[in-house]
């Protein structure tokens, strides 16, 4: 009778996130985003709520994407009857160097695949080869609050920017219910280093990709508009000496004019009849610096997607689209 009463006290999400059980964070993942380009799905949330939009982002994704299977990430954390621990690396150096043996864990001898090898940070992307199995995502710890990272280890990945599309045309048409703790769903095409040959190269390919959809209709000359959003720059400012932060290059597209500069160069250099329009852009190239967790504080990376214009928010700044209206949003508090 007293589990009854709970039950009825309990909200709605609450009881179906008794369902939905939230998925262990893969610490391979941080090492496999430096080592090469993944895409996926960077979600915001109320501060304080990740855990309740983990659980409301999967279950939606569950929908457009498929069955979340996180074995692999859970069985980084399980400890076995006798508390036997194991050694959890995660990649600390430059990309290539040795991965430095930093946080230890609990887990059971026979979870030692689980494990990045002792040899170095490339083998992180043998084992994505060797278990690589489309649509299933990985839970990437971030250091910054009110962030969601859900990220396809495996090459042959779903069409985020269809996923997030297909989303918004069922919160629109009413069949998907407006959700309560995710606020954005940014679909990440594809992730680089922050620095500029990597930058230019990832906009450059995935602008092209935009330009040969026969879906897109553009009008000559293409307007497009850039949006560069460095969420954990003030982290990443305190983490770095300030001497090494001015005098390497390393950081020189944290500096927002330099990054659009680049940018926008790699898109003229696809599209040469091309300018800048900010109020109605055809295709947009978002930016977002990801505050990965477990990686060394110079080696920033950025999430990078090419969107057209049903997918972005011009007002007050060039960003992806709400989930919610700010009139549903009213609606709600009202």
Same mark, same amino acid.
């Given at each position: 009778m007293g589990e009854n009463e709970e039950g009825e006290e309990m909200k709605p999400w609450e009881q179906h996130s008794k369902i939905i059980s939230i998925p262990r964070f893969?610490?391979?993942? *941080?090492?496999?985003?430096?080592? &090469? #380009?993944?895409?996926g799905f960077l979600i915001t949330s109320t501060i304080k709520r990740e855990k309740s939009a983990?659980?409301?982002?999967? #279950?939606? +994704?569950? !929908?457009?994407v498929g069955p979340y299977n996180d074995d692999s990430s859970e069985s980084l954390e399980r400890p076995n009857a006798n508390g036997d621990t194991k050694r959890r690396k995660i990649c600390t150096d430059e990309i290539g160097d040795k991965c430095a043996d930093v946080v230890e864990s609990k887990g059971t001898k026979e979870e030692e695949a689980g494990t990045l090898p002792k040899d170095d940070c490339l083998s992180c992307e043998k084992k994505d080869t060797n278990a690589e199995r489309d649509h299933?995502?990985?839970l990437v710890k971030l250091? &910054?609050?009110?962030? @969601?990272l859900l990220t396809f280890p495996g090459e042959n990945s779903p069409d985020t920017v269809n996923i997030v599309t297909n989303i918004y045309h #069922?919160?629109?048409?009413?069949?998907?219910?407006? *959700?309560?703790?995710?606020? &954005?769903?940014?679909?990440? !095409?594809?992730?680089?280093? +922050?620095?500029?040959?990597?930058? !230019?190269a990832t906009v450059s390919k995935l602008v092209l990709q935009f330009v040969n959809d026969? !879906?897109?209709k553009l009008s000559q000359p293409v307007k497009f508009a850039v949006g560069y959003n460095r969420r954990g720059f003030e982290e990443t400012e305190m983490k770095v000496p300030k001497n090494t932060l001015k005098d390497s290059d390393r950081?020189?597209?944290?500096?927002?004019?330099?990054?659009?500069?680049?940018?926008a160069a790699a898109v003229t250099d696809v599209i040469s009849d091309s300018a @800048?329009?900010?109020? #109605?852009?055809?295709?947009?190239?978002? $930016?977002?610096?990801? /505050? +990965?967790?477990? @990686?060394?504080?110079?080696?920033?990376?950025?999430?990078?997607? @090419?969107? /057209?214009?049903?997918? $972005?928010?011009?007002? *007050?700044?060039?960003?992806i689209r709400a989930l919610v209206s700010e009139t549903k949003a009213k609606n709600k508090k009202t």
């Open positions: 893969d610490y391979n993942a *941080p090492c496999s985003i430096l080592q &090469r #380009s993944h895409s983990t659980k409301e982002a999967i #279950s939606i +994704l569950h !929908q457009y299933v995502m990985s250091t &910054r609050s009110g962030l @969601v #069922s919160l629109d048409s009413g069949s998907l219910k407006s *959700p309560l703790w995710c606020h &954005r769903i940014f679909p990440i !095409q594809s992730t680089c280093i +922050l620095k500029e040959s990597d930058l !230019q026969k !879906q897109n950081f020189a597209l944290l500096d927002r004019n330099k990054c659009f500069s680049i940018v @800048v329009d900010l109020k #109605s852009p055809e295709l947009s190239v978002l $930016v977002e610096l990801l /505050p +990965l967790s477990g @990686v060394p504080n110079e080696s920033l990376v950025v999430a990078v997607s @090419v969107l /057209p214009k049903n997918l $972005v928010s011009t007002k *007050p700044r060039l960003c």
